[in-house]
């Protein structure tokens, strides 16, 4: 497979179905007050990376105030929101892993049901 590689200009998706199966990204900027919305993560977890601001993230109801530079890590099945919460715009990537991998050594299974390799 060809590596994949795209310049963050705008924002937009990233990574999608087209270049990935098991992984979605896109960047996201955000004006003072503004917000994504409440949304629901599916069967993977989602890494939101902030690059530039201070956001609220919502996760299951619950706030936490998160500046730059940080990272959030939401959970599977898992309602969420961001709200910029600063005075200039918020810039962040985010990754939602749309199938998992299994994990050397850990026992914990593949999305798949086959089992990890221990």
């Given at each position: 497979m060809p590596v994949f590689v795209k310049s963050i200009k705008e924002t937009g998706a990233?990574?999608?179905?087209r270049e990935s199966r098991q992984v979605a990204s896109g960047y996201v900027t955000l004006d003072p007050g503004s917000e994504v919305g409440e949304h629901?993560?599916?069967?993977g977890e989602e890494l939101i990376v902030l690059l530039d601001g201070t956001a609220e993230v919502?996760?299951?109801g619950r706030g936490h105030i998160v500046s730059?530079?940080?990272v959030v890590l939401?959970?599977?099945?898992?309602r969420?929101?961001?709200k910029n919460q600063g005075t200039t715009p918020l810039r962040y990537v985010y990754v939602y892993v749309?199938?998992?991998?299994?994990r050397e050594g850990?026992?914990?299974r593949a999305a798949s049901g086959s089992s990890a390799v221990a």
């Open positions: 990233l990574v999608s179905s629901q993560t599916g069967t919502s996760v299951d730059s530079p940080s939401v959970p599977a099945h898992t969420h929101n961001v749309t199938a998992m991998a299994p850990t026992g914990i």
